[in-house]
């Protein structure tokens, strides 16, 4: 499956019926793409502080 996960993994991720927030920061999406791929694209880094 593309990314790297299995399909039945990616299946279940994409139906969940959660929304972009939700997912952006759920296990699926840091194994289909980690931060590694992110900083390879150029793309900037957003990370929370907890205060």
């Known amino acids: ?5 299995e399909e039945q993994r990616a299946w279940m991720s994409a139906g969940n019926q959660r929304g972009a927030w ?6 699926h999406m840091n194994e289909a793409f980690p931060m590694k791929y992110v900083r390879e694209l150029g ?6 502080v907890s205060l």
């Open 43 to 48: 793309l900037v880094e957003l990370q929370t």
């Open 22 to 27: 939700w997912n952006a920061g759920a296990s």
């Open 1 to 5: 499956m593309g990314r790297g996960m």
